[in-house]
């Protein structure tokens, strides 16, 4: 009687079916199989800005490698060494299965919508592009070869080839001409608008961005390929770029955790003192009588010099000067690209022979200026700083190199990535010997454990067989 009565109620859900889809039912509401574009869009953002601003050794050591800050207690970040840690596979992990791979779902999804909007549509897929050129940009200046091309085939293909860095390089740019050319309108973002953690749904904001990013890439080929270079750089520096602090491409963090700067993690919540200052850049600011200071670290001595730890060396928290207050905010930003930078690539630029809107002197000057009083510093600190015969670009020591590559690294402070790319460009500042391993700063990350274990047919050819952190990426050529 009851699989009778079982039969008859399957029979009349079959009938029932002919007229109403059922299909949603066996949907599990709190587990979407399908995630949003938007989150996933969102999700990519954070983790890209969220790496570049870390300061946990586990997963960057740009600060240390720049020679910003050095380290207390345990100091085998500070002497460079990545794989104990797997430090170089962390930036793996992060840039491909968390930013890449969650954009490429992204674009998936966006791709096989069959309601949106041509024009939201492709605004959408052109951000998407922007965040992909960031990212993949990274891993060619970290690395060099990487891969690009079959990059993304998940566990389908963990042998990916490994292109050619330069090759790379020349796609990203393609990349982002094509996204440049979507946004420039200032299309609408339709609902990934919502989810813009940057711009906050201002595709014109993002055109500028992708701009701005393709000059960073044009200055960074400037010494290996001067024409290609001077072709990327001036189809943009007419054009709206990041010029000004408002424009600044950046999330702000939230006073709560998930959301919170990762340096607040590491500097307050985790209740450590792993952090100093380190005398490469203590020294250089101390012999310039530099104002942001104060705002760069905390616990100057009596005389408002920065009191630097030799680098790669261990000392004591409370004996050194330490990372700033502003970097112990929760809500601190984290920044992918500032107007600062942008002036002195166009500083760069100018010095090159390459269209520039203002001379090489004055962006310089606009580079620093927007430096100090981004920090909360005035006009008036800028003045005084840019009247001294060592920071004025007319006196200041050494060929416009020297003078650009000592004022970009010193600005770029709390963004590591960007003053050790400043430094292997520029060879400036002078970095110091980190003494148990006896070298400078090295030039890029060699290759991970891990793609040696799966992939070591592929890595093992990368960059001509060379996988040496002594070693330069392509661009990397003085």
Not at 190 to 215: C, H, P, Q, V
Not at 322 to 346: C, I, K, N, R, Y
Not at 449 to 478: C, H, I, L, M, R
Request: glycine letters at 8%.
């Amino acid at each position: 009687m009851k699989k009778s009565l079982i039969y008859a109620a399957v029979l009349a859900l079959v009938i029932s079916s002919c007229t109403k889809d059922i299909s949603s039912f066996n949907d599990n509401v709190k587990d979407p199989v399908t995630v949003p574009a938007g989150t996933l869009f969102a999700n990519a953002t954070k983790e890209l800005v969220d790496y570049v601003a870390s300061p946990n050794v586990n997963v960057n050591t740009f600060r240390l490698w720049a020679q910003h800050w050095t380290q207390t207690t345990y100091t085998d970040e500070s002497n460079f060494e990545l794989t104990e840690r797997n430090i170089n596979g962390e930036v793996w992990d992060r840039m491909y299965a968390r930013v890449l791979r969650d954009c490429n779902e992204a674009r998936n999804i966006i791709e096989a919508d069959q309601v949106i909007l041509e024009e939201e549509r492709n605004a959408q897929l052109a951000m998407i592009s922007v965040v992909e050129a960031y990212a993949y940009s990274m891993l060619v200046d970290i690395f060099g070869d990487v891969p690009y091309t079959e990059a993304l085939g998940g566990i389908d293909d963990l042998s990916p080839a490994y292109d050619d860095a330069e090759t790379i390089y020349s796609e990203i740019i393609a990349s982002l001409d094509g996204a440049i050319a979507t946004l420039a309108s200032g299309p609408s973002a339709g609902e990934l608008g919502a989810s813009d953690l940057i711009y906050g749904g201002s595709t014109s904001s993002w055109a500028a961005f992708a701009r701005s990013l393709k000059l960073r890439m044009a200055v960074r080929m400037g010494d290996k390929n001067a024409g290609t270079a001077k072709t990327w750089a001036e189809s943009v520096t007419s054009s709206d770029i990041i010029d000004d602090s408002s424009e600044d491409a950046l999330l702000v963090y939230q006073t709560t955790t998930p959301n919170t700067n990762p340096m607040w993690e590491d500097l307050v919540q985790s209740g450590r003192f792993d952090f100093i200052a380190a005398n490469t850049l203590g020294d250089v600011m101390n012999s310039l009588n530099d104002p942001r200071r104060g705002n760069y670290f905390q616990n100057l001595d009596s005389t408002g010099a920065v009191n630097g730890n030799p680098f790669g060396s261990g000392g004591a928290y409370n004996e050194f000067t330490g990372p700033g207050a502003m970097q112990e905010d929760p809500t601190f930003p984290g920044v992918l690209m500032s107007a600062s930078e942008v002036h002195f690539l166009l500083a760069d630029a100018a010095e090159r022979g390459w269209s520039t809107p203002l001379s090489a002197e004055e962006h310089y000057n606009m580079g620093i200026r927007l430096s100090i009083t981004g920090w909360g510093g005035t006009d008036t600190h800028a003045d005084d700083y840019l009247a001294q015969a060592d920071v004025a670009y007319g006196t200041a020591a050494g060929d416009w190199k020297q003078k650009i590559g000592v004022q970009k690294w010193i600005a770029m402070y709390d963004r590591g990535f960007e003053a050790w790319s400043t430094w292997r460009l520029y060879d400036y500042p002078a970095m110091n010997v980190a003494p148990e391993i006896g070298t400078i700063t090295p030039t890029r990350y060699n290759y991970t454990v891990d793609e040696y274990s799966v992939n070591g047919t592929n890595v093992a050819a990368a960059n001509g067989g060379k996988d040496n952190t002594t070693d330069k990426v392509f661009w990397d050529v003085n």
